[in-house]
């Protein structure tokens, strides 16, 4: 038999929705239409990550075949910058972790706090982000000064978007953690941002500091 | 058991249908509704393609004249080199993405996999209605890039770099080819997520796995292998984009870019990293479609379902291993090569596992050849050719000499246009009546099936013997070298049945409109074809906005035929997967095996 639909209800006489319930009950079981969108954002993000790695595949290729990486006329890449984007993403990601576990508390107030935290911190990533391009653009680094642009610039980029999208959603889900609502659009928005921070690591290790 | 189908009730409820028009027909979130529109949408450009392969034949049967009917589209009536080009690219990408892509998997996903499981909708069904309206923007794209001034995309359906980067291609079509596949692809993920996550988790009560139709099953691999490999076309378009619109250099050979060039190869990786499991994702569903209908018209049950169902998560294991095939002439080292040999050629274990059990299902039963089991059967024949032919490009030493001959070209037809699409046709033509209500007139059928078959056949076996004596694929005009001149009869003889094949199409087109649009056809009742499967013993044809009254409990395998108990009790020779047989009372446990 396939494993049920709907999980079993609590124990008779136990009300779910009271705020205070056993302490054993403190992370909340997701079921019937919250679970299945829970199954399709982690196939969707499995589908996504394909995309990446496709990406950093070409990556790989490209710079396995270059003959000097980076080339000896591209300026060298900034690392303190990024390193503190790759703070502000881990950071909005621990935001985000402890966000989701008050909307799932029903703390309204924290999780819109910390949804919001978690969202400025994104804002704050794209921001430092801006800097960084600015200053190579200035220095002579551009998408079609051969293949070490090309990668820095696509990568940078594409991933920027993601984040952009991300900040966007995490503010639509503070509003409605505020009212109260959203306990679902915490935890999906949840894992894409945790899913964009892990890719920004990724990037920032090869990128920049590899 | 009882209590589950009550939960599952619970998580279903059924909705009031819509009644605007434009809630119910145009962004309609009704998996059903969906599954007609991608219908249609791919049927139209079938035959834009159709056309468009017609024309490459009239090329090779008849180079330089003027073309008749269609010579006012195109310059001075003839057709000319460039032209040409821009033929055969949209020809393969209209038929690979446009159109056998929406009528396989769009289709029949969408209306097959909640009916076939026993659910009332997809898992999402607003994400189904943007896939549709993603991919009909995508066909948009298409349809604009014939606009662009200097014509569409012309560096072959594989637009391999550095001829589809602006330096091979320059101009807006290519670019808003490679947009639309970027587009189609986002529009295929959406489906693939859906499909997945519906199999998962919105199965009836009873419908185990390995009690699920193998259409299922067919279609649900797919979408697995559409969820992890349609993205990494996505970034190989992607990149492309970049390179064509932004001046990155991911393609561009050191030679031809201005600083610091990329990698052309890296083209041909990314894009047979999908390309291979693409040829899979065309027939799985097809694979999943005959094992069902050639069960059903046997009426027997499919041969070693288990062993079908094993060899069908093979394949789509496998096909993920294989795509270095298509670049052993890449200069690729040798030991990688053979590596990639060695998992082409393992396929053919579990692909022979699923072919012989078609044969020994078949084998011994009470046939009844109506059109859908002759396309079944048909589809059997064309798509073993195709299988056999691929073990010689499979193979290194051979592909060699075969690579980008007219051999390559039959053998993806033999499998593709002949196994794929007279695959959809069979399942075109048996889910016909629960889509429209109606049977699709059986004498008409019968001819498309012979045209269609017999078409198809001498078509491509003329291109498989033109590719073996030599000739080059893609070729303006072959006859110019003076080695394919010995060709030329056999190549417009093999236009001229390609045109034949085309006409046979007609039967088609008449066949389906009527049946659609006329009133005086009977109604084909809920379950002509006498079958087990949920959408035929438990919901109406066309089912109802939810499906089903009440969510079947399943107790049974999909194929359960001409088992003599089920006769003794029914007087019938098949019981449907969620029938309770008489005497049996609570179907405690289930009353037949898979």
Do not use: C
């Not at chain 1, 594409?158 to 009212?179: C, N, Q, Y």
């Not at chain 2, 670019?175 to 519906?198: D, H, K, P, Q, R």
């Not at chain 2, 075969?402 to 053998?411: E, K, Q």
């Amino acid at each position: 038999m396939s494993e049920p639909m709907v999980e079993r209800r609590e124990p008779a006489g136990e009300d779910v929705s009271a705020p205070v319930y056993g302490l054993e009950r403190y992370r909340h079981r997701p079921r019937g239409e919250e679970r299945t969108a829970h199954v399709g954002m982690a196939i969707f993000l499995g589908s996504w990550a394909m995309l990446f790695i496709g990406l950093f595949f070409a990556y790989a290729l490209v710079r396995t075949r270059a003959p000097l990486w980076p080339p000896l006329d591209a300026p060298p890449l900034p690392r303190l910058i990024p390193g503190l984007n790759t703070l502000a993403i881990l950071a909005s990601s621990a935001a985000m972790v402890r966000a989701v576990r008050s909307v799932e508390l029903g703390r309204n107030r924290q999780g819109f706090q910390g949804l919001a935290a978690a969202a400025a911190l994104g804002a704050v990533f794209l921001g430092l982000q801006a800097l960084v391009w600015g200053s190579l653009w200035r220095a002579g680094l551009l998408p079609s000064s051969g293949t070490f642009g090309s990668v820095f610039y696509a990568f940078t980029v594409f991933h920027a978007l993601h984040v952009a999208v991300g900040v966007g959603g995490l503010t639509w889900a503070a509003f409605r953690a505020r009212r109260g609502a959203g306990r679902s659009a915490a935890r999906l928005w949840s894992w894409y941002w945790h899913f964009v921070g892990v890719l920004w690591v990724a990037l920032y290790a090869t990128v920049f500091l590899a | 058991m009882i209590n589950m189908q009550a939960e599952m009730e619970a998580a279903q409820p059924i909705h009031a249908p819509p009644t605007s028009f434009w809630r119910k027909y145009v962004f309609s979130i009704d998996h059903k509704v969906i599954a007609k529109q991608f219908l249609w949408a791919g049927l139209l450009f079938l035959f834009v393609g159709g056309v468009l392969a017609m024309l490459i034949r009239w090329q090779w049967a008849f180079p330089y004249r003027e073309v008749p009917l269609l010579g006012g589209l195109l310059e001075g009536g003839r057709i000319g080199p460039a032209t040409y080009q821009q033929i055969f690219t949209t020809h393969g990408l209209i038929m690979i993405f446009f159109a056998v892509t929406p009528v396989l998997i769009g289709t029949f996903g969408n209306l097959l996999i909640p009916l076939m499981i026993g659910a009332r909708d997809m898992a999402f069904p607003k994400l189904n209605m943007y896939s549709f309206w993603t991919f009909v923007l995508s066909q948009l794209l298409v349809l604009a890039s014939f606009l662009a001034p200097i014509g569409t995309a012309g560096a072959g359906w594989t637009s391999y770099a550095p001829l589809s980067t602006n330096v091979g291609t320059p101009g807006m079509g290519q670019t808003l080819v490679v947009a639309a596949i970027f587009v189609t692809g986002v529009a295929s993920t959406m489906g693939a997520v859906n499909y997945i996550t519906t199999v998962i988790r919105l199965r009836a009560p009873g419908m185990t796995w390995m009690r699920l139709p193998l259409t299922v099953w067919g279609l649900w691999l797919t979408a697995i292998l559409n969820a992890l490999f349609v993205p990494v076309l996505g970034s190989a378009a992607l990149l492309l984009l970049l390179d064509r619109s932004f001046g990155t250099h991911f393609f561009m050979p050191a030679a031809v870019a201005a600083r610091g060039g990329g990698d052309p190869i890296l083209w041909q990786h990314l894009f047979w990293i999908f390309g291979h499991p693409e040829v899979y994702i065309m027939i799985l569903p097809t694979f999943g479609i005959l094992g069902d209908v050639l069960s059903f018209f046997a009426r027997k049950p499919h041969h070693w379902y288990r062993g079908t169902v094993w060899a069908l998560i093979v394949i789509t294991v496998l096909s993920a291993m294989v795509y270095g095939h298509h670049m052993f002439v890449t200069g690729m080292s040798p030991l990688l090569g053979e590596g990639f040999m060695l998992f082409t050629l393992l396929i053919s274990i579990p692909s022979m596992i699923v072919v012989l059990n078609w044969i020994l299902t078949v084998w011994n039963g009470s046939i009844r050849f109506d059109t859908p089991m002759l396309f079944a059967l048909g589809t059997v024949f064309l798509f073993g050719i195709g299988g056999l032919t691929g073990l010689y490009l499979g193979d290194i030493s051979m592909d060699l000499y075969l690579h980008d001959t007219l051999f390559v070209v039959g053998h993806f037809h033999f499998t593709m246009a002949a196994g794929s699409l007279v695959g959809a046709f069979t399942g075109l033509y048996f889910w016909f009546p629960k889509m429209f209500g109606k049977r699709l007139d059986e004498r008409l059928g019968k001819a498309h099936f012979w045209f269609t078959f017999l078409g198809l056949l001498l078509v491509f076996g003329g291109q498989l013997l033109a590719g073996y004596a030599g000739q080059q694929r893609r070729l303006f005009d072959p006859f110019q070298n003076p080695v394919y001149q010995g060709l030329a009869g056999l190549n417009r003889w093999t236009s001229f049945f390609a045109f034949a094949l085309f006409a046979g199409q007609f039967f088609f087109i008449v066949n389906f409109f009527r049946t659609v649009f006329s009133k005086r056809i009977q109604p084909a009742g809920q379950n002509p074809w006498h079958v087990t499967t949920l959408e035929w013993t438990d919901s109406a044809s066309p089912p109802p906005f939810h499906n089903f009254d009440r969510i079947p409990l399943v107790v049974r395998g999909p194929h359960e035929f001409s088992n003599p108990e089920v006769q003794r009790l029914t007087g019938r020779d098949f019981a449907g997967q969620a029938e309770v047989l008489p005497g049996q009372g609570e179907p405690a446990v289930s009353a037949g095996r898979a």
